[in-house]
């Protein structure tokens, strides 16, 4: 145990120090304005001060990264694997790479982050964790590092999300949690977090409040997006392992954007390096309903940040739309929002068909089922192979599995007259 702590550890310190903290809990707009901030009632202003503390204090502490390494390595069984994806390779036109999150216990990339926020929370002394969810993918990471450190757990979801996401309301329920179904506004994934973001002002004294995305005041887009860069610090040392090489370009698909945000953000002084974001654009950007925040929404504050935000002509909120309930989110993370606004990353959008299409195709190719909200990235791929060219190599982020998606695609497929008889 000494010897991996010193093996391990101080590389992950190190690593994590490299990272930008955001200035005054803003990440630059260019301008001297910034994204991000702490928009909320001042009742919460006391349980975000302390989270920043404990955070700022964590990060730079070696028993903290040592606890967490031990869990991702032991328990979600990471590192994840760097794979050639060769016959995707010959048909995409230039080398491609899957980050493979999808072969972490739960199935995709939201385990990393509910680690460490739970290894934070047990370190703070709270005793209760509470968590949002749209699609259920984060209730179930949440629900499940609450049984394996046997803490009480209750999570919000839309009643409109508990009826659509059955099943992971059941493994939620399953792993001990308690399911709260939200009532209030469209009924989905952002009353979800408001009602979330209540009960924390209630309950400050014993209860952590687990965010899922890099979304949120400041700390969360920050603590979240250092918590999953274990994805992009790994894909480093494989990548020139594999190719003795920096890649060409990272792409990776953008809900709230924190499979991106850690793809990306140990590549960002790489100026070489393109990141390319994909967002939902639904049944296309010209249709409304769509979810490309950053492509088609407007700056503004939601759920205690600023960043882009889907907005109706009337400046209420919109209601996003994909065939991926993990992208289905009206806002994004403000640190994607600065490196738009910067021109260090760039933010493009594909639709429910182009995302069916790229499932199969990756299906097919490799044998690899992957989730929806992954497969928007895949379907980038042919964009960005014409501008790395043939001897170009792009690492994509296979954020997640596609077994949850299995009931929305067969009945794509009947739809479509592809299935079988
Ligand atoms: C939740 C989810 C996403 C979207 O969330 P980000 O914060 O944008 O990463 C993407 N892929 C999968 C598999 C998910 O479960």
Known sequence: MQYLVSMSNPSTLDAIA??????????????????GGQYVAETLMPAIGELELAWRTARADVSYWAEVDALLADYVGRPSRLYHAARLSADVGCAVYLKREDLNHTGAHKINNCIGQAVLARRMG??????????????????TVAALFGLPCEIYMGAEDVVRQALNVERMRMLGAQVHAVTSGTRTLKDAMNEALRDWVTNVGDTFYLIGSVAGPHPYPWLVRDLQSVIGRETRVQILAATGRLPDALVACVGGGSNAAGLFAPFVADASVQLVGVEAAGDGVATGRHAATLGAGRVAVLHGSKSYVLVTDDGQIAHAHSISAGLDYPGVGPEHASWMATGRARYIARTDDEALAAVERLARTEGILCALETAHAIAALDEVAEQVGRAGVVIVGLSGRGDKDMVTLAQRRAAAGQGQP
Do not use: N
């Open 18 to 35: 490299t990272l930008p903290e955001p200035v005054g809990g803003r990440f630059p707009d260019g301008a001297g304005g910034g994204f």
């Open 126 to 143: 709270k005793t209760r964790l509470i968590a949002e969810t749209g699609a259920g993918q984060h209730g179930v990471a949440t629900a």
